[in-house]
């Protein structure tokens, strides 16, 4: 299985896209403390995710906790009471689609990191990191 910045960010020469999908990678993992999952161990969380919600799928873990990131195109949510999810904010969304160099457009996907209810307090701390980086980090398309 490939690592989120193999299949996502080094699959070719680098360009506006891949450098700033490089530095808001760098910032996510660095403010929630997860790392790539190389395996499917977390499959029963994206087994409970609903099916427009599932898009550029990858398995993330604290160590002990599982967690799966989808990162659909446009902003649509469907909620499912089977698992806990927050949305990442966009300047540290790894993903965001294709570049823009218009500073007032939004990423053309929006980025979810979804666990299973018992963990839902550690999701939350998690999101509280997220945010409170984000108030400093660049726009999502800064290079």
């Given at each position: 299985m490939l690592s989120?910045?193999?299949?996502?960010?080094?699959?070719?020469?680098?360009?506006?896209?891949t450098i700033s999908?490089?530095?808001?990678?760098?910032?996510?993992?660095?403010?929630?403390?997860l790392v790539d999952l190389l395996n499917d161990d977390a499959r029963?969380?994206?087994n409970l995710i609903p099916k427009e919600n599932r898009d550029h799928i990858s398995f993330w873990t604290d160590g002990k906790t599982?967690?799966?990131?989808?990162?659909?195109?446009?902003p649509r949510?469907?909620?499912?009471?089977?698992?806990?999810?927050i949305k990442i904010p966009m300047n540290l969304?790894?993903?965001?689609?294709?570049?823009?160099?218009?500073a007032n457009e939004?990423?053309?996907?929006t980025?979810?990191?979804?666990?299973?209810n018992e963990n839902s307090k550690k999701l939350g701390s998690i999101y509280g990191r997220l945010k409170e980086l984000s108030r400093t980090a660049p726009w999502w398309n800064k290079l």
């Open positions: 989120y910045r193999e299949k996502y960010v080094d699959f070719c020469k680098p360009f506006p896209e999908r490089a530095r808001r990678l760098t910032l996510f993992q660095e403010a929630s403390g029963y969380i994206l599982e967690f799966v990131l989808t990162e659909p195109y446009g949510f469907t909620s499912s009471k089977a698992v806990c999810c969304a790894p993903y965001c689609g294709r570049y823009s160099t218009d939004e990423p053309w996907t980025s979810w990191l979804y666990t299973s």
